[in-house]
């Protein structure tokens, strides 16, 4: 019996999705380099930063180092702030602050 394995196209948030990175609690070089590495892939020329809550100082860290130290090219495209309801495990609801950094890098750099 064989399988049969259809290849999905990828849709423009799968792509938002793989550029993506998460900042949580680990030192802010371990985000930078994978913002590093997402800008070496070829076709990857914007990668989004988002963080909530204590976090949101390491993203906007991460993001800088990025921009002065490894990839002087970037820019920030945009950032978004906003809050996010959030329910604990005992029921009550809490307000944590979160934010999307996009860096944009030019083609052909």
């Known amino acids: 019996m064989?399988?049969?394995?259809t290849k999905k196209s990828m849709t423009d948030e799968d792509k938002a999705n793989e550029n993506t990175?998460?900042?949580g609690?680990?030192?802010p070089m371990s985000?930078?380099?994978a913002v590093v590495t997402q800008f070496s892939n070829k076709d990857s020329n914007e990668v989004i930063i988002k963080a909530r809550g204590r976090a949101i100082s390491r993203a906007v860290d991460t993001a800088e180092i990025v921009r002065n130290r490894f990839v002087t090219?970037?820019?920030v495209k945009n950032i978004n702030i906003s809050?996010?309801?959030?329910t604990n495990e005992e029921g009550r609801t809490s307000n944590v602050s979160s934010i999307e950094i996009y860096l944009y890098k030019k083609k052909g750099k």
Do not use: R
């Open 2 to 5: 064989t399988e049969k394995t």
């Open 73 to 75: 090219d970037a820019e």
């Open 25 to 27: 609690n680990k030192p």
């Open 21 to 23: 990175i998460y900042v």
């Open 83 to 86: 809050t996010e309801s959030m």
């Open 31 to 33: 985000y930078v380099l």
